[in-house]
């Protein structure tokens, strides 16, 4: 059975026929004020809202993320597909007035065995939290030195 879905993350304060599906901010109010994705699809917001509530440097990122005006974005998708599942995700940051890309970029892959929704859940979750460790490890390699606007 070959699946697949498309993540093409939204941010969060842009407004999109399918963020009134999911009115509740499933991260702590603390965690709300730093402009991290939320998508339209439950599954990729539950992966996300995990992956920062594990995320350690997440207080330096929103620093880094308010102090330039910027946000994360996420690309990727997930799925099952011959005998893996797997998942992937683009790593960007933008200008929040303006949405430009603001110069670097990092893709992140994972491929997971057996090919069923469980293992792909699990992948998803996995890429979701690698991601986001790298952008917030080194926030300031995603910055180019040209002006995003």
């Known amino acids: 059975m070959n699946t697949a879905r498309n993540l093409w993350a939204m941010p969060f304060f842009l407004l ?13 109010a603390s965690r709300s004020s730093c402009q991290i994705i939320v998508d339209y699809d439950a599954e990729y917001e539950e992966a996300v809202a995990s992956a920062l509530s594990n995320l350690e440097r997440y207080e330096e ?17 997930s799925g099952v597909l011959e005998e ?15 949405g430009m890309d603001a ?12 090919a069923d929704s469980v293992e792909e859940r699990r992948v998803l979750f996995a890429v979701m939290e690698r991601a986001l460790e ?7 390699r995603f910055v180019s030195d040209r002006d995003p606007r």
Do not use: K
């Open 61 to 77: 990122l929103c620093g880094f993320l308010e102090a330039r005006n910027l946000h994360v974005v996420l690309r990727g998708t």
């Open 103 to 114: 110069g670097g970029h990092q893709t992140v892959t994972l491929l997971g065995s057996p």
């Open 16 to 28: 999109s026929p399918h963020t009134a599906l999911f009115a509740a901010d499933p991260l702590p």
């Open 134 to 140: 790298i952008v917030a490890d080194a926030p300031a």
């Open 84 to 98: 893996r599942s797997y998942a992937w995700v683009l790593v960007t940051l933008a200008n929040s007035e303006t």
